[in-house]
């Protein structure tokens, strides 16, 4: 047993940084949280500027050795990560269940999807390549894909094992060298991964884990000079601060935003399915998913059996503490809990089917829960319909056109993903054409963790792509040599 995410030498509970391959701590620390209590976890190193330079000092010392080794090196030590990361895997599932709140079972499989990460993009670096171009038979022509040195990662709470996965493996196993700050809720199993990369044989500095609060840490690994690239995930809002930070140093960015992602149910959909699968991925990490289903477009002929099918899923739904596995753990802390509270009672002249309220589990006075709500009658220009709300409610508006489902779809400003409900096949098609998403789904929703297919949004959503082999071309930038024979 190796992941001993906050036990320092000392003994204390303080989650430190990782970096340059040891723990690293700083002078001050804030309290981590547990979700399903109120009760703290311990305390977490609070990094400043120093510690985002210590790490990309080191990041950038380790880049000239790690950016010379082979493919072949590169894939054998990611796989051998991933190893680790599988034999590792229950730990790391309760740490991020008491981090985030989130089911465990939900998080042996973020854990299982983290290892994923390292054994797919230890696989495809080895058969990533340049082209030969030919312009002329008296030049020879080709094109390298080449690392670009530092890479930043700022991830959200939500997936913290999965966001970690899908930055740090592509970024190294294309040579690059990656200083990540985690979410401030959710530090630990970042260190943990971190330690494991160490432990897997990566070199010092290859993989650095900088604890913090966003606009400390965050704020200055996005303003740091020695970064070549920045991958973000969480808010729009934020996103656009580190949009400004690449622009302002010329480094390119990938951003993974919010998203108001809609099901369209159509009439001749099969609607037990359509129920059973957006009741599903609503309550899926409390309704905290980027990707989250979080509007209901529904024919106005299946509206009444959609809803009451639902809301016969959400009435059975347990509701309890992460580490207990319920169906529906607590929201990431009592924040998320009061702004998902708002946005309910933001919701006045609709009609709540059920839920709509906070929840108290029995015996537990302190946790960010709220019930599975169903909301009816959304106007589709309410901010309930036009914002990411991120909790498990699900919002309804009913449509009789295949125009107007269309345009309620591409109605808010984010373009995340989409899923169409019918069974036919060239409306399926035609509709998946039209809604703007990064990725549309028909009659199904997700793809687990989706390691492989590419993922990112249009609109406020963000831009740029990560996961799948694209995600290598993030990480790179091309060089054509032209040699005249
Ligand atoms: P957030 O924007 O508040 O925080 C995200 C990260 O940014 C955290 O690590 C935080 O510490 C850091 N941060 C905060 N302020 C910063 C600053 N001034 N400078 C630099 N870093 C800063 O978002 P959140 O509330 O943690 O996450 C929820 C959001 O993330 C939702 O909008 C959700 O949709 C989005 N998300 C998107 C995806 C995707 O792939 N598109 C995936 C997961 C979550």
Known sequence: MTVSPTASPAGERVTKSFIDGAPVSSAQTYPNI?????????????AGEAEIDQAVTAARRASRAWRATTPEQRSELLSRLAGLIDAEGETLARLESEDSGKPLSQ????????????????????????????LRPDLH????????????????????????GRAVAPAIATG?????????????????????????????????????????????????????HLSFVGSTE????????????????????GGKSAHLVFADADVERAAATA??????????????????????????????????????????????????????????????????????GADIVCGGTVAEPEGIAGGAYFTPTLIDGVDPAAPIAREEIFGPVLTVTT????????????????????????????????????????QIYVNTYGAGG??????????????????????????TATKTIVVQL
């Open 34 to 46: 547990d979700p399903s209590t109120g009760a703290t976890l311990g305390e977490v190193a609070r």
């Open 107 to 134: 998080a042996r499989n973020d854990a299982r999807v983290c290892a994923r990460y390292f054994r797919f993009y230890s696989h495809v670096i080895e058969s990533y390549y340049g082209l030969s171009i030919p």
């Open 141 to 164: 022509v080709y094109t390298r894909r080449e690392p670009l040195g530092v890479t930043g990662h700022i991830v959200a709470w939500n997936y913290p094992m999965q966001l970690f």
């Open 176 to 228: 690059n060298c990656a200083v990540l700050k985690p979410a401030d809720e959710t530090p630990r199993t970042a260190v943990c991964l971190a330690r494991l990369a160490a432990e897997a044989g990566l070199p010092p500095g290859v993989v650095n884990v900088v604890t913090g609060l966003g606009p400390e840490a965050g704020a200055a690994l996005a303003a740091h000079p020695g970064v070549d």
């Open 238 to 257: 934020v996103g656009s601060l580190i949009a400004g930070a690449a622009a302002r140093r010329v480094v390119p960015v990938t951003l993974e935003l």
């Open 279 to 348: 009741a599903a991925v609503i309550l899926q990490n409390a309704g905290q998913t980027c990707s989250a289903g979080s509007r209901l477009l529904v024919h106005e002929r299946v509206h009444d059996e959609l809803l009451r099918r639902i809301a016969d899923r959400f009435a059975t739904v347990s509701i309890g503490p992460g580490v207990a596995d319920p169906d529906l753990g607590p929201l990431v802390s009592r924040k998320q809990q009061d702004r998902v509270r708002g946005y309910v009672e933001s919701a006045r």
């Open 399 to 438: 449509f009789s056109t295949e125009d107007e489902a269309v345009a309620l779809a591409n109605g808010t400003d984010y373009a995340l993903i989409g899923a169409v409900w019918t069974r036919d096949l060239a409306r399926a098609h035609r509709v998946a054409a039209q809604v703007d998403g990064g």
């Open 450 to 475: 989706g390691v492989e297919l590419p993922f990112g949004g249009f609109r406020k959503s963000g831009y740029g792509r990560e996961k799948g082999i694209e995600a290598l071309d993030a990480y």
